[in-house]
């Protein structure tokens, strides 16, 4: 098995680590592990690319790859240059410093990047590690999801299928904020909402007098409903979403067409 990884924490990031490891084990010896990583970290940009301006790479090592663009432009490298002469069979993007449940999801560069290889046809999984009080002081916060990620992703090519031509399906998997042999298990989840929970704006002023504007997050232990992602994540389960690029809202199409009929 051939799998490009990205991130978007960044190259250096030690998820990304994590990541690889992963990625080596479900590729085996006969395998190959592929990582086009940007060179900064890029949270927070969900699924743009550099549409107006180019992209450096540069090789960092064999098989590694650092760009200086978004996880996107991250698969775009990979697919379009990188491994042009043999594309991947799978694209896994994380793992990343903190969950992208709930909300989250719609702002995650993680998630960016896999729904771009997704759009690309590829089956793609993004791998995020949930960020609470029982593991953020752990020698290793990542310990879940290198314990159990490979396994997981096991479980979802397992149960996959390609579509019919229509989006593709990947997979939004978080790990909860505790030490792996607290893991309770795995469940499916539908993304989940954090009421009252929105990002927001600080304002402060530097030294020099100008002002500027912090984008502050939620309390990521606020309320989901009953059987979302982030409720069975802050309950000891690591979750799996399966997701599309369609944003249309289906259930609103009739009673939107019987309003201009």
Not at 11 to 17: E, K, Q, R, W
Not at 76 to 98: F, I
Not at 144 to 169: F, M, N, Q
Not at 240 to 253: G, N, S
């Amino acid at each position: 098995m051939r799998i490009l990884i990205t991130n978007d924490d960044g190259i250096n990031a030690p998820g990304l680590a994590v990541l690889r490891r992963i990625a080596e084990e479900l590729a085996g010896p006969d395998g190959e592990v592929w990582t086009v990583a940007p060179a900064f970290e890029q949270s927070g940009v969900a699924h743009c690319i550099s549409y107006t301006e180019p992209t450096m790479i540069a090789q960092m090592g064999p098989r590694v790859f650092a760009a200086e663009g978004s996880p996107a432009d991250c698969v775009l490298a990979g697919l379009y240059d990188v491994m042009q002469d043999s594309p991947p069979d799978l694209v896994l993007s994380g793992v990343n410093r903190g969950n992208n449940s709930a909300e989250n999801a719609l702002y995650s560069g993680t998630l960016g990047g896999a729904m771009e290889a997704a759009l690309q046809g590829l089956t793609a999984i993004a791998l995020s590690q949930y960020y609470g009080p029982d593991n953020a002081q752990q020698e290793d916060p990542f310990e879940a999801s290198a314990v159990h990620g490979a396994d997981v992703v096991r479980r979802i090519l397992a149960s996959h299928t390609k579509g019919d031509g229509s989006y593709e399906l990947f997979y939004n998997v978080n790990f909860p904020p505790v030490p792996a042999a607290a893991v309770k298990g795995t469940r499916i989840a539908p993304q989940g909402r954090r009421e009252k929970t929105n990002f927001s704006v600080e304002p402060f002023l530097s030294p020099s007098g100008r002002r500027f504007l912090w984008v502050r997050g939620g309390d990521q232990r606020a309320a989901t409903a009953a059987g979302s992602d982030a409720a069975l994540n802050l309950d000891g389960y690591t979750t799996v979403t399966p997701m599309r690029a369609d944003l249309t809202d289906h259930a609103a199409l009739s009673a939107l067409k019987g309003a201009f009929e």
